[in-house]
């Protein structure tokens, strides 16, 4: 599922989240959630917004089309909040796919974006595209960060790591960056055995970097056509993505995974989970 909003980031968002369909053999759900539009009249006449929100996804399904016209797409539009819109969907979604404007500015960030509300809160992964790309990235390995959560989150963003890099033909860069203070009991995302039992076919490169600045850990993974992290716990009272997460959106020129923590996939959808008011 692919969100817009009319703007190029989110046009841009649709291209990759087409090619990633065609890579996985998945139809792609064209969602615009539209918190202008107003009440049908008396007489069923729909609201006259209602033009607007087709136009947006219109242009969007045209985009996709030209993009791979062998992919199966289908538009919805959704009357209230995006965030809220989105995080409903997102149960019955593989992938959240959306754009983000993210100019590295420094106060860019104060009121968070859609992206940034609903990486924080999806059920299943999210992948943020930038406006800003970083030029050709063929055969670039997939980057996967772990030492962010627990030991089954590092399993989870490594998994889903090593598949995209697989379905894409390229290698895999996997970094560790949990301090070692932090210490967790071992897992298979630790032997170099269990990578080449797991994926025989795939070029894996793994080394350590203990807890890295944000201009570190970006420049021990990128450019890449995609870094894959875990989304952390965020904050416990807003429960948002925490500081470091956003400055990497900020940052990052590159397409970002943001997996869901493991408790966070467990747990059913509940209503106070997905309203932000």
Known sequence: MVGVDGSECGLGAVRWAVREAARRGAPLRILHAAPYLGRSAADGTPPPELHRARRITAQAYTVARHTDAGVPATTEVVPGDPTSSLLRAAASARLVVLGSSATGAADEFVRAPVAVHVAARSPQPVVVVPRRRTGDVVDRPVAAVLGVGDRDDDEAVATIAAEA???????????????????????????????????????????????PRGDQLLGATCPAPLLVISAGSGSLLHRDLDGPHRWLLRHCTSPMVLVPPSHRRDEEPREEIIAIG
């Open 165 to 211: 890099a697989g379905r894409s033909g390229v290698g895999l860069v996997v970094l560790q960056t949990r301090p070692p203070k932090r210490a967790v009991a071992g897992g298979w995302v630790d032997s170099d055995e269990e990578w080449q039992r797991r994926y025989p076919e795939l070029r894996v490169s793994r080394t350590d970097l203990p807890a």
